[in-house]
């Protein structure tokens, strides 16, 4: 289980920046297809994000899947909130839906 | 140690049960998965609570045995 200090440390990342996400690797070197994809998705919304390499941290690799209650890396969140992994921006970039929520 | 598509169809249809589960073996190597997962229970909630619903039937194995679960979830249409 998460200990508190990692969860306050997720917490106070989330909520720093209006869009965070965590990823295995960095935005121009992404180590996982899955971060790359939402790396990319987010490029080309032109979206100012503040990306997280979990691979250079084991408590917070695990513990932000307590945190949101998701198993997997990438984690994308927007406003404090956690929005989806790759799957649903995938599906939210498609319907244009991400665009007007990192716009707003 | 990957997840046979038998065992991983069966988690899923045990945790949603009369849920219409599709499912494809991207890579051969029953760690790469797709799943169209249409089921009745979905309704009104949020991508992200339907597919937290479909994880939570895998029993902790998402991102340990299963490394990868593309999902797409849906609401069947009324007849």
Known sequence: MTDTAT????????????????????????????????????????????????????????????YSDWPTIPQLYVGGEFVGGCDIIREMFESGELQKMVTQ | MPMPITELEKLILTGLPGAKVNIEDLRGDGDHYAAHIEFKGFEGLSRVKQHQMVYATLKGKMGGELHALALQTSVPEEQ
């Open chain 1, 7 to 66: 969860f306050d440390r997720i917490d106070t990342i989330v909520k720093k920046d209006p869009v965070v996400l965590f990823m295995k690797g960095t935005p121009t070197f992404p180590q996982c297809g899955f971060s790359s994809t939402v790396a990319q998705v987010l490029a080309h919304l032109q979206v100012q994000y503040e990306s997280y390499n979990v691979l250079e941290d084991a408590e917070i690799r695990e513990g932000v899947k307590a």
